[in-house]
């Protein structure tokens, strides 16, 4: 690999560097001799920026890591595996395993400082379940970082904690995985948002918190990287994390390389299950800044922890639109939105953006029906990211999802049912009373709207139809019901 750096100047980074002023331009170009890129330099380690490791379920004790990595592009040539080492218990080793190159090398797109990221990706047979750490470490970060004590390059080193489940007993745990990349680059005395957005396929509370980066370990111990700090900010602004959200908001009041890693636990019920970690660097430069904004933010109420919240009546559809523009560029910046909303499986939201005022601004727009399932305590996290090819900002908004204003009925048109006995114990009957002949679809849903049980099509009479559910464990569930004359959804609890 050549060791001198591309930036704006090969053919995949000159695609964005396209939409940029010529006032950027020259910032980027004067970014190369504030860091010193464009120097000549020693290359005897990776230059980490960071990375994450996570572990998805497949089926059994059958699990696949992933295991991402960021760098700088004036490190070494990089392996073509990884090895991560999965610990059973404290001390005791229960396998290594590599996990071999899926896709590497890209650039990290939107930023002007080169990240190349790299991808590795394997399966792996857990001897059974059990509380496992999974744990991978290399030589070297990079040597710019400013908040950790000098000396001699440190390690990268990432740790996930993962709970596999006896399936036969309990529902199969994958840990959180992050959904959107890292924001690398921001410039000072500018507050500034950024969400990793982790997202749990098995619906597990998380929480997140900052954390010290990792340097090595030696068996079950631990080494941080010598005299880390959190990244200086203003008092009024310092740099902060929302532990329900994992909303990252700071005002940067110094330039330079900040290091920092982002903790995820995940919960099931109310015991902590395991943790991720994204290793990540922060480059923040002096550059007077007038860039891409959010303008106007129709609907929302500022939420007293940070972002903003909305209210959505179940059943009604919404429309929330957000005005951004980039003052200082001829180009539209773009927007883009995260979050579960987006993947549901039924009724998922939508998101668009137009321009509007002669191409003078972007308009977002998301659009979602909210079903009754979809309704619960915890709000549904969605994040905006905002970028103008050189800075990205976030928006955090919590959507929740509310009593309509008037009451819909659950049932209409010419199909009329009950369940019963409801809350039920054992077995219950859903009951049908049809003017006409007509097949009949039968679902189940979970309280947060995924499908449990299909149960098909069903040809039913005219006048009463009875269908006996099996026995359910325990839990709030919908019971969706499709006829001629529509979708009708019954509340139900089983006490089983």
Known sequence: MDKTIHLCFNEHMAMHCKTSSSVKLQFILLLFLQLGLGMERPVFASHFMGGEMTARHLSGYDYELHLTVYRDTVGVHMDSFANIVVYDGPLVVAGSYCT???????LLPLFPYGVEVYHFIDTIAFPGPGQYALKWK????????????PGPSYSIFLKTDLTVSDTALAMPNSSPAFVQEPVVFMPINEAWSYNPMAYDVDGDSMVW????????????????IAGYYDPPGYTVNPFTIDPNTGSITWTPKMEGNWVVSIRVEEFRGGQSIGSIVRDMQMIVVNEGYNGARFCKLDGLVPHPAGGFRADLPMGEAYALRLLVDDPDNGNLPNLNAFGEVFDLEESPAQFETYPVFFGKALEGVLEWSPLPFHQRSNPYITVFRLDDGVYANDLTIRLRVVEPT???PALTGDLDAQVFPNPGFGRSVLRLDLRSAQTVAIRLLTRDGRLEADYGVQDMGRGVNDFVLPVLEAGMYYIEVKGQDGRHVLPFVSLQ
């Not at 071999?100 to 890209?106: E, L, M, N, P, W």
């Not at 290399?138 to 004590?149: K, M, Q, T």
């Not at 918190?209 to 030696?218: K, N, R």
């Open 100 to 106: 071999f190159t899926d896709s590497s090398g890209y």
């Open 406 to 408: 008037v009451s819909i």
């Open 209 to 224: 918190s900052i954390d010290t980066p990792l340097t090595s370990y030696i068996d079950d111990y631990h080494f941080q």
């Open 138 to 149: 290399s030589c070297c970060r990079n040597d710019a970082i400013n908040n950790v004590a």
